[in-house]
């Protein structure tokens, strides 16, 4: 091997042969010869290896797609969305994105806590507001399907395995009900990330980045406000906060009730997501049963370290942990008040 592909070859050797052929090229065509001094894996699941890279003496973010793809899982999508989204400054900065390889390069942002944003809770929801009317003032991202198509599309393949064995029919009757209730509109499709949980945004102590766009798509404008309000604004003064940062003007009856409505959809999709993922990791396993902690209790035992986050059992109780709120977020009083202003509006 001559001094060149030692600079790149050794670090890589920790990856998996197809990985390390596919980071190889990326960090050729983006580098050339310089030195990889330093990768470090951060995440490695079914969507993706990611890993920290050390090359001209700064960091890197190496990001490795897996080989699946699905309705959503398609990197000529969603690089597309990533990079329309950093050049509008709201992804980190892109150095190189192969689509068809799976590989992209980013600029590596040290993260701080979102507790630490100058300001509070109230501050920080005014700021995730205004990071999602950013967002949807981009031009516009390209369509999947209908959020409660691909919805009732993921459930449908949840129900075919054997996890659960036969205990979502619960939550198939409580999606119709919930699919009947919202007014979808495909006029109002605006530019969306999907999964803009707390671990998909950071904050480098003077403005927050939203990372990871393997979900972006064209969608309705009320998911990522639902996804903020659900993880970071669960409070009523926190999410009119955020709604206000948002509209630019107080929220009235109608936004709210479609906020509480798409949080249901969410809790859904992330179970269906969270539960194929687990059956990607473990294809015989089988649930007995449906039982699972509050979020409250579920995030309680990441803070007390009894789960670590990407295990296959944080995995496996959380995706329990989102199909019971959906369903106890259907079955509610606040759901059927919800679904009566939107009737009415």
């Keep these: 091997m001559g001094a060149e592909g030692e600079r790149i070859d050794e670090p890589l050797a920790?990856?998996?042969?197809?990985?390390?052929?596919?980071?190889?090229?990326a960090l050729i065509a983006a580098f050339g010869s310089a030195r990889v001094a330093d990768v470090q894996p951060i995440v490695t699941g079914a969507s993706a290896s990611i890993h920290r890279i050390e090359v001209g003496g700064r960091p890197w973010i190496l990001r490795i797609e897996s080989s699946l793809r699905d309705e959503v899982r398609d990197p000529r999508r969603s690089y597309a969305c990533m990079r329309a989204a950093a050049e509008a400054g709201i992804a980190p900065p892109l150095l190189y994105a192969d689509p068809d390889a799976g590989?992209?390069?980013?600029?590596?942002?040290?993260?701080?806590?979102?507790?630490?944003?100058?300001?509070?809770?109230?501050?920080?929801?005014?700021?995730?507001?205004?990071?999602?009317?950013?967002?949807?003032?981009?031009?516009?991202f390209p369509p999947v399907a209908d959020y409660p198509s691909l919805l009732g599309g993921l459930l449908d393949r949840l129900q075919a395995t054997g996890l659960y064995r036969g205990l979502l029919d619960?939550?198939?009757?409580?999606?119709?009900?919930?699919?009947?209730?919202?007014?979808?509109?495909?006029?109002?499709?605006?530019?969306?990330?999907?999964?803009?949980?707390?671990?998909?945004?950071?904050?480098d102590g003077e403005?927050?980045?939203?990372?990871?766009w393997e979900t972006a798509f064209r969608n309705d404008p009320?998911?990522?406000?639902?996804?903020?309000?659900?993880?970071?604004?669960?409070?009523?003064?926190?999410?009119?906060?955020?709604?206000?940062?948002?509209?630019?003007r107080p929220s009235d009856s109608v936004l709210r009730a479609r906020v509480f409505l798409m949080r249901q959809f969410v809790k859904l999709f992330h179970g269906c997501a969270t539960g194929l993922?687990?059956?990607?990791?473990?294809?015989?396993?089988?649930?007995?049963?449906?039982?699972?902690?509050?979020?409250?209790?579920?995030?309680?035992a990441f803070r007390e370290g009894r789960l670590t986050s990407n295990s296959f059992e944080a995995q496996r109780i959380g995706?329990?942990?989102?199909?019971?709120?959906?369903l106890e977020g259907v079955r509610s009083p606040a759901f059927d008040e919800a679904a009566a202003v939107l009737r009415a509006g």
Excluded: C
């Design 14 to 25: 920790a990856l998996s042969p197809d990985h390390r052929a596919r980071a190889r090229q």
């Design 103 to 140: 590989v992209a390069i980013i600029t590596f942002v040290e993260s701080r806590p979102l507790d630490d944003y100058p300001g509070g809770p109230e501050a920080l929801a005014r700021a995730l507001g205004s990071l999602v009317t950013r967002l949807q003032a981009t031009e516009l």
């Design 170 to 203: 619960p939550h198939r009757d409580a999606f119709e009900r919930l699919r009947a209730a919202y007014p979808w509109d495909a006029s109002r499709l605006v530019s969306s990330h999907n999964d803009s949980h707390p671990g998909n945004i950071l904050f």
């Design 207 to 212: 403005r927050l980045w939203l990372i990871d």
């Design 222 to 248: 009320a998911v990522d406000l639902a996804l903020m309000t659900l993880y970071r604004a669960g409070t009523p003064d926190l999410q009119e906060a955020l709604l206000t940062a948002w509209r630019g």
């Design 277 to 300: 993922y687990v059956l990607e990791r473990k294809p015989d396993f089988a649930e007995t049963d449906m039982t699972a902690p509050s979020p409250a209790e579920f995030s309680a």
């Design 319 to 326: 995706a329990r942990v989102a199909l019971r709120s959906f």
